[in-house]
């Protein structure tokens, strides 16, 4: 069975940092990036970033590139996700997803989100 | 980073209606575009991708179309468990952004 099963909710106070993991199965682990997606409570989504398994290469939104981090740990199939400096409004829950390879009707190769972790609350509070 | 808008915010709709959802790009985006669905305490789930494409296992009465920089998902026949929020997301070259959301209630 294709999964992905993030670590459990975290309580932290500001300024402190938050590690979550996001482990993979039923799947060759380096084929397919991953991707780490934040909720804030009653909001949308909002991507942070992407992870390559394959090299540990990584692609972070600019407004999270100062106090995120990721990594990877192919032995044991886990990717992880370091937010340091946390703040009140970090308050959220962090989803991970993989990164599906499909063909399209014109026979072109399109990515898509089809594998999502169960997500990860993180409460930041004084 | 490119900003996808999606609209309207929200909807009201009943069981058996024809729901329609857009999604616009500032710039082409080709068809890289793909529409999730969520529901209160879950991980989205993927229904289209490559903007008409349905995924694996979705249900007929979804359907994706659009290209460039208009995109359009449509629900037809409404049923009890599509009531949810939508999300359209461009994803390129291993970025990715969300569209704000569609969150479609029952009338």
């Known amino acids: 069975q294709v999964q992905l099963v993030q670590s459990g909710t975290e309580i932290k106070k500001p300024g402190a940092s938050v590690k979550v993991s996001c482990k993979a199965s039923?799947?060759?682990?380096?084929?397919?990036?991953i991707h780490w997606v934040r909720q804030a409570p009653g909001q949308g989504l909002e991507w942070v970033g992407s992870?390559?398994?394959?090299?540990?290469?990584?692609n972070i939104a600019q407004r999270f590139q100062a106090r995120v981090s990721m990594t990877q740990a192919p032995s044991i199939t886990t990717v992880y996700m370091e937010v340091s400096r946390l703040t009140i409004d970090d308050t959220a829950v962090f989803y991970c997803?993989?990164?599906?390879?499909?063909?399209?009707?014109?026979?072109?190769?399109?990515?898509?989100?089809?594998?999502w972790g169960q997500g990860t609350m993180i409460h930041v509070s004084s | 980073d490119i900003q996808m808008t999606q609209s309207p915010s929200s909807l009201s709709a009943s069981v058996g209606d024809r729901v329609t959802i857009t999604c616009r790009a500032p710039?082409?985006?080709?068809?890289?575009l793909n529409w999730y669905q969520q529901k209160p305490g879950r991980a989205p789930k993927l229904l289209i991708y490559?903007?008409?494409n349905l995924h694996s296992g979705v249900p007929s009465r979804f359907s994706g179309s659009g290209s460039e920089t208009d995109f359009t998902l449509i629900i037809s026949n409404l049923q009890p468990e599509d009531f949810a929020t939508y999300y359209c997301?461009?994803?390129?070259?291993?970025?990715?952004?969300f569209g704000q959301g569609t969150k479609v209630e029952i009338k």
């Open positions: 039923g799947y060759i682990f380096n084929g397919f990036y």
């Open positions: 710039q082409t985006i080709s068809t890289y």
């Open positions: 490559a903007a008409s």
């Open positions: 992870i390559n398994p394959n090299d540990g290469g990584t």
């Open positions: 997803a993989r990164v599906g390879n499909y063909y399209d009707t014109n026979g072109y190769l399109a990515d898509a989100f089809d594998i």
């Open positions: 997301q461009r994803i390129y070259n291993t970025v990715s952004t």
